[in-house]
Nanobody
Framework: QVQLVESGGGLVQAGGSLRLSCAASGRTFNSYNMGWFRQTPGKEREIVGAISWGGATTYYAASVKGRFTISRDNARNTVYLQMNSLKPEDTAVYYC?????????????????WGQGTQVTVSS
C-alpha cells in the first residue's frame, strides 16, 4: 500500500511559478513510476508528466513541455512538479499517481495509487 499526499497548490498569476510536491508513504516508493495528472470539471483526467522509478526517463504532455519539470527524490519518497510560465488553462486539480507496471507513459487505468489532489488556479 502506498499513500500519496500532494501539497504546493494555490493561486498564482499568469506567468508565475508553483512547485507541487507529493510525499509517499511506504518503503517501496522507488519501485513505482510516478506521474502527475490534472482534471477540470467536466473533463477527463489527463497526464501532465511522468518519471521512471529511477528518475532517468521522463514524459511530458505537449501542452506543458518546456514549462513543467518533473523530478523525484527517492531518499525522501517525494516527487515534484515544477511549473513555470503558468497559463490560465493550467488551472485544474493536480493529482499525484503511482504506477507499478513498467514504462513511464501512463494512463488513468494503469494507476495503482492516487493522491487526493491539490488545486492550482492561474489568474489572467
Amino acid at each position: 500500500q502506498v499513500q500519496l499526499v500532494e501539497s504546493g497548490g494555490g493561486l498564482v498569476q499568469a506567468g508565475g511559478s508553483l512547485r507541487l510536491s507529493c510525499a509517499a508513504s511506504g518503503r517501496t516508493f522507488n519501485s513505482y513510476n510516478m506521474g502527475w495528472f490534472r482534471q477540470t470539471p467536466g473533463k477527463e483526467r489527463e497526464i501532465v508528466g511522468a518519471i521512471s522509478w529511477g528518475g532517468a526517463t521522463t514524459y511530458y504532455a505537449a501542452s506543458v513541455k518546456g514549462r513543467f519539470t518533473i523530478s523525484r527524490d527517492n531518499a525522501r519518497n517525494t516527487v515534484y512538479l515544477q511549473m513555470n510560465s503558468l497559463k490560465p488553462e493550467d488551472t485544474a486539480v493536480y493529482y499525484c499517481a503511482a504506477k507499478r507496471q513498467p514504462g513511464v507513459v501512463m494512463t488513468t487505468t494503469q494507476i495503482d495509487f492516487w493522491g487526493q489532489g491539490t488545486q492550482v488556479t492561474v489568474s489572467s
